[in-house]
C-alpha cells in the first residue's frame, strides 16, 4: 500500500475574470471567479477524492490513485509561478497566479 503524499501542491491562474487551481499530486483542477472559492471547491475535491481511493468505492485502484500526477508542463508552471512569488516576495497585489504548498492534513480536515 502506497503512502499517501505528505504535501499537496497547487497552482492557479487567474484568466477571464475566473480563477483555475490545478492540484498536482492528483491531477485535479477547479475553475471559479473568487480564489477563495476556488480554494475551497479544491479542498473538498481532494478530500473526496482521497476518501474514495483509500476506502471508497475506488480504493482496489488505491495505488494508481494516489500516484496519478499532473503532466510535467503543469508541474513547470507550478515552479513558474513560485519563482515569481518569491522574487515579488509574496506581495497580493494584482496577482493572476498562485502557487501553493501544503499538508495534506489541511486539505482532509473538515472545513
Not at 5 to 10: A, I, L
Not at 31 to 47: D, F, G, M, V
Request: proline share 4%; net charge positive.
Amino acid at each position: 500500500m502506497k503512502p499517501q503524499p505528505k504535501f499537496v501542491r497547487v497552482y492557479g491562474e487567474r484568466k477571464d475574470g475566473q480563477w483555475t487551481l490545478v492540484c498536482l499530486e492528483f491531477s485535479l483542477a477547479v475553475q471559479s471567479e473568487s480564489l477563495n472559492e476556488a480554494k475551497e471547491k479544491l479542498r473538498s475535491q481532494i478530500a473526496s477524492y482521497v476518501h474514495e481511493a483509500t476506502v471508497g468505492v475506488d480504493s482496489e485502484h488505491r495505488d494508481y490513485l494516489l500516484s496519478r500526477s499532473a503532466p510535467l508542463y503543469c508541474w513547470l508552471k507550478f515552479y513558474f509561478f513560485n519563482a515569481i512569488q518569491v522574487i515579488r516576495d509574496g506581495q497580493m497585489k494584482g496577482r493572476a497566479h498562485i502557487a501553493l504548498t501544503r499538508p495534506m492534513s489541511s486539505y482532509l480536515s473538515a472545513a
